[in-house]
Every structure is written in C-alpha cells, then in structure tokens.
C-alpha cells in the first residue's frame, strides 16, 4: 500500500523567510502559487508555526525505508536540509494512502 510522507519543516532563525522560500524553491524544487498568500490570510482556523512543508508519496514503507537509509541521501540531502532549517525540529506524518473515490 503507498504510503504518504509530509514533513513540516522550520526555517533556521538565521535565515530570513525569503531566503528560505528561495532556497527551498531553488533546491527542491517546490512549486509555489502566487494565490497562496491570499489563501493564508483568508484561513479562519489557527495555521500550523512552520515555514514549509514536503510532501511525498512512496509505493511502500520498503521503499521509503530505502531512500532514507541510502549512503548518498546520508551524505548529500540530510547535511543540505541541516544548512537552512531546523531538522530536529521537523514534524513528520504518515499515512497510508487510501483512494476512497476515482473521477472519471
């Protein structure tokens, strides 16, 4: 069953908002619309004290126990995730993905 990953991520205090968003864009290549920010502040429900998130989506848990496990994700990812965020402060949610209804 596929198995869902979203992580809520904090900027390091060090870095500014925009240097965040910029690198987060630049490097991961995030996609942001520009109507989001319209979206924040229209939200009547408390939001969440994190500056981004990820979201992925892997065929199993093997599978994202391999690519977490890996000697190059090791090597190159977690040290990159370290240099503008709070990594240990990350909150992490999973969940097996359910498709309840299909649109045809």
């Known amino acids: 069953m596929p198995i869902q990953l979203t992580m809520l991520i904090r900027k390091r205090d060090d870095v500014s908002i925009e240097e965040f968003h910029r690198y987060y864009i630049n490097q991961y290549h995030a996609v942001r619309s520009d109507h989001m920010d319209g ?40 040290p990159d995730e370290y240099k503008f965020t709070k990594r240990d402060e990350w909150q992490i949610i999973f969940n097996e993905v359910n498709v309840l209804h299909t649109v045809a």
């Not at 989506?57 to 994700?73: C, K, M």
């Open 39 to 78: 979206l924040s502040k229209a939200a009547t429900l408390p939001q969440v004290d994190f500056d981004g998130y990820g979201e992925f989506v892997f065929e199993s848990i093997e599978q994202l126990t391999a690519l977490v496990s890996d000697e190059e994700y090791q090597k190159l990812i977690v």
